[in-house]
């Protein structure tokens, strides 16, 4: 089940700061081709303006222009984000995860 539906908003620090709660979560950034990323945190604004000021990231090479959310407590956030990343498959998710079984070997 995609991101429960508060709609795609402009990843601007404006619109972060109006639309975004402070509140714990699941977030989900992306652009016209593809989901960038999805993640977690105990407040979504927060952490949607930290990824705002970041440079030279692979995240941000992807150019996010749109982000989501979905409030959710903290106990049932790591469920659910593993639930978006294996529908939505979104492109810096999948190099993480790339990275952890490389390192592993």
């Not at 106990?75 to 810096?92: A, F, K, Y």
Request: hydrophobic residues 30%; glycine residues 6%.
């Amino acid at each position: 089940m995609p991101f429960e539906r508060h709609g795609t908003r402009a990843f601007t620090s404006n619109s972060v700061e109006t639309n975004a709660p402070s509140a714990s979560g699941l977030y989900g950034l992306s652009n016209a081709r593809e989901w960038i990323y999805v993640g977690e945190c105990d407040d979504i604004k927060a952490q949607l303006q930290e990824h705002l000021r970041e440079r030279n990231t692979f995240l941000t090479e992807r150019h996010p222009t749109g982000f989501t959310y979905e409030v959710c407590a903290h106990g049932d956030r790591i469920g659910r984000q593993n639930q978006l990343v294996l529908e939505l498959e979104p492109v810096c998710n999948r190099r993480t995860a790339q990275s952890r079984r490389e390192a592993v070997r």
